[in-house]
Nanobody, 122 residues
Framework: QVQLVESGGGLVQAGGSLRLSCAAS????????MAWFRQTPGKEREFVGG????????NYVDSVKGRFTLFRDIAKNTVYLQMNSLRPEDTAVYYC???????????????WGQGTQVTVSS
């Protein structure tokens, strides 16, 4: 069983930065990647970015490329989402997920964190 615990959300002004953390335990052979999704009321959960745990490869949705960066600390079993140049449209609940690297469909992930609110004011 994989458990994910997120932290780091909050309120920030447009143009500011936040760093989200996701601490993982109980990794399995089916979870070579970790990803961040975000969701706003009434909308589907949207893929933000993913990282290949062993190799560190990353991929991102176009809207965050150049602004968001994923990296991991293998010793701490933690993945981070560094968010810079935040925009009001980045406001959402952000979720960490564990699964196969490269998968962008939220329905294909079995393991989720509890979510953390990110609010960007204009």
């Amino acid at each position: 069983q994989v458990q994910l615990v997120e932290s780091g959300g909050g309120l920030v002004q447009a143009g500011g930065s936040l760093r989200l953390s996701c601490a993982a335990s109980g990794r399995t052979a089916s979870t070579n990647g970790m990803a961040w999704f975000r969701q706003t009321p009434g909308k589907e959960r949207e893929f933000v970015g993913g990282i290949h745990w062993p190799l560190g490869w990353t991929n991102y949705v176009d809207s965050v490329k150049g602004r968001f960066t994923l990296f991991r600390d293998i010793a701490k079993n933690t993945v981070y989402l560094q968010m810079n140049s935040l925009r009001p449209e980045d406001t959402a609940v952000y979720y960490c997920a564990a699964g196969l690297y490269g998968v962008t469909n939220a329905r294909q992930y079995d393991y989720w964190g509890q979510g953390t609110q990110v609010t960007v004011s204009s």
